[in-house]
Protein backbone atom coordinates (compact mmCIF):
# COMPACT_ATOMS: atom_id res chain seq x y z
CA UNK A 1 0.00 0.00 0.00
CA UNK A 2 2.93 2.41 0.96
CA UNK A 3 5.03 1.65 -2.22
CA UNK A 4 1.47 2.15 -4.36
CA UNK A 5 0.74 5.40 -2.60
CA UNK A 6 4.40 6.83 -2.90
CA UNK A 7 4.03 6.06 -6.49
CA UNK A 8 0.45 7.67 -7.07
CA UNK A 9 1.73 10.90 -4.67
CA UNK A 10 5.02 11.22 -6.67
CA UNK A 11 3.17 11.18 -10.18
CA UNK A 12 0.54 13.83 -9.03
CA UNK A 13 2.68 16.22 -7.67
CA UNK A 14 5.60 15.86 -10.20
CA UNK A 15 3.67 16.03 -12.98
CA UNK A 16 1.74 19.11 -11.51
CA UNK A 17 4.94 20.78 -10.87
CA UNK A 18 6.44 20.41 -13.95
CA UNK A 19 3.28 21.51 -15.87
CA UNK A 20 3.90 24.83 -13.44
CA UNK A 21 7.28 24.83 -13.96
CA UNK A 22 6.94 24.50 -18.15
CA UNK A 23 3.98 27.53 -18.00
CA UNK A 24 7.23 29.53 -16.44
CA UNK A 25 10.15 28.41 -18.02
CA UNK A 26 8.88 27.57 -21.26
CA UNK A 27 5.00 28.93 -22.33
CA UNK A 28 5.62 32.97 -20.77
CA UNK A 29 8.86 33.43 -22.32
CA UNK A 30 7.23 32.12 -25.83
CA UNK A 31 4.00 34.18 -25.45
CA UNK A 32 6.42 37.50 -24.58
CA UNK A 33 7.42 36.79 -27.90
CA UNK A 34 3.95 37.52 -29.52
CA UNK A 35 2.41 40.88 -30.61
CA UNK A 36 0.36 42.13 -27.73
CA UNK A 37 -3.02 41.38 -29.10
CA UNK A 38 -2.39 37.56 -30.04
CA UNK A 39 -0.52 37.60 -26.94
CA UNK A 40 -3.67 38.45 -24.91
CA UNK A 41 -5.44 35.87 -26.92
CA UNK A 42 -2.99 33.22 -26.20
CA UNK A 43 -2.80 33.93 -21.99
CA UNK A 44 -6.98 34.15 -21.95
CA UNK A 45 -6.81 30.57 -23.66
CA UNK A 46 -3.97 29.40 -21.45
CA UNK A 47 -5.54 30.95 -18.27
CA UNK A 48 -9.07 29.59 -18.85
CA UNK A 49 -7.41 25.77 -19.47
CA UNK A 50 -4.86 25.56 -16.59
CA UNK A 51 -7.56 27.36 -14.25
CA UNK A 52 -10.20 24.94 -14.77
CA UNK A 53 -7.47 22.17 -14.07
CA UNK A 54 -5.00 23.33 -11.72
CA UNK A 55 -7.47 22.91 -8.30
CA UNK A 56 -8.22 20.05 -8.72
CA UNK A 57 -4.73 19.07 -9.13
CA UNK A 58 -3.74 20.94 -6.29
CA UNK A 59 -6.56 19.55 -4.26
CA UNK A 60 -5.68 16.36 -5.35
CA UNK A 61 -1.94 17.13 -4.11
CA UNK A 62 -2.61 18.07 -1.10
CA UNK A 63 -5.11 15.29 -0.03
CA UNK A 64 -2.16 12.46 -1.32
CA UNK A 65 0.35 14.01 0.87
CA UNK A 66 -2.17 14.44 3.83
CA UNK A 67 -2.21 10.48 3.61
CA UNK A 68 1.36 9.86 3.17
CA UNK A 69 1.95 12.35 6.61
CA UNK A 70 -1.39 10.25 8.06
CA UNK A 71 0.41 7.07 7.42
CA UNK A 72 3.79 7.75 7.98
CA UNK A 73 2.87 10.26 11.07
CA UNK A 74 5.00 7.94 13.88
CA UNK A 75 7.91 7.85 11.74
CA UNK A 76 11.00 10.51 12.11
CA UNK A 77 10.84 11.96 8.66
CA UNK A 78 6.40 12.66 9.69
CA UNK A 79 8.44 16.22 10.23
CA UNK A 80 9.58 16.42 6.65
CA UNK A 81 5.94 15.01 5.08
CA UNK A 82 4.56 18.06 7.58
CA UNK A 83 6.88 20.59 6.28
CA UNK A 84 5.58 19.54 2.55
CA UNK A 85 2.19 19.78 3.99
CA UNK A 86 2.48 22.87 5.47
CA UNK A 87 4.14 24.41 2.62
CA UNK A 88 0.96 22.83 -0.28
CA UNK A 89 -0.94 24.52 2.12
CA UNK A 90 0.39 27.81 2.43
CA UNK A 91 0.87 27.96 -1.80
CA UNK A 92 -3.44 27.14 -1.83
CA UNK A 93 -4.19 29.88 0.23
CA UNK A 94 -1.51 32.29 -1.45
CA UNK A 95 -2.87 30.98 -5.03
CA UNK A 96 -6.73 31.73 -3.91
CA UNK A 97 -5.81 35.50 -2.59
CA UNK A 98 -3.41 36.39 -4.92
CA UNK A 99 -2.74 34.38 -8.20
CA UNK A 100 -6.65 33.18 -8.80
CA UNK A 101 -8.58 36.36 -8.80
CA UNK A 102 -5.33 37.66 -11.68
CA UNK A 103 -5.88 35.18 -13.34
CA UNK A 104 -9.98 34.79 -13.56
CA UNK A 105 -9.67 38.63 -14.91
CA UNK A 106 -7.04 36.97 -17.48
CA UNK A 107 -9.11 34.11 -18.62
CA UNK A 108 -12.07 36.89 -19.12
CA UNK A 109 -10.22 39.10 -21.76
CA UNK A 110 -12.30 40.22 -24.34
CA UNK A 111 -11.77 42.32 -27.75
CA UNK A 112 -11.64 45.36 -25.42
CA UNK A 113 -9.37 44.51 -23.17
CA UNK A 114 -6.05 47.38 -22.84
CA UNK A 115 -3.30 45.37 -23.41
CA UNK A 116 -1.21 47.31 -21.60
CA UNK A 117 -2.84 47.05 -18.50
CA UNK A 118 -3.22 43.12 -19.34
CA UNK A 119 -0.04 42.51 -19.94
CA UNK A 120 1.14 44.13 -16.74
CA UNK A 121 -1.03 41.88 -14.53
CA UNK A 122 0.26 38.92 -16.53
CA UNK A 123 3.88 40.25 -15.90
CA UNK A 124 2.24 40.45 -11.77
CA UNK A 125 0.91 37.19 -11.98
CA UNK A 126 4.05 35.40 -13.61
CA UNK A 127 6.61 36.99 -10.95
CA UNK A 128 4.25 35.60 -8.30
CA UNK A 129 4.20 32.20 -10.26
CA UNK A 130 7.45 31.57 -10.40
CA UNK A 131 7.88 32.34 -6.09
CA UNK A 132 4.81 29.25 -6.30
CA UNK A 133 6.83 27.08 -8.39
CA UNK A 134 9.92 27.07 -6.43
CA UNK A 135 7.57 26.65 -3.08
CA UNK A 136 6.15 23.70 -4.32
CA UNK A 137 9.10 22.01 -5.63
CA UNK A 138 10.92 22.61 -2.18
CA UNK A 139 7.46 20.98 -1.05
CA UNK A 140 8.60 18.02 -3.55
CA UNK A 141 11.71 17.29 -2.58
CA UNK A 142 11.00 17.26 1.19
CA UNK A 143 7.94 14.56 0.56
CA UNK A 144 11.14 12.67 -1.84
CA UNK A 145 13.61 12.80 1.21
CA UNK A 146 10.64 11.29 3.56
CA UNK A 147 9.30 8.67 1.09
CA UNK A 148 13.27 7.57 0.42
CA UNK A 149 14.88 7.97 4.22
Given amino acids: ?83 AVGIWVAVIILTLLFLVPINNRLARLGSDAVPAQALKEHAAWDSMHRVRVAALMTAMVLFLVAIHV
Fill in 1 to 83: MTLFLNLVTTLCIGLMIGTEFAVSVFINPILEKLDDRTRLIAIRLFAARLGAAMPVWYALGLVLLLAETILLRHQPRFVLLAL
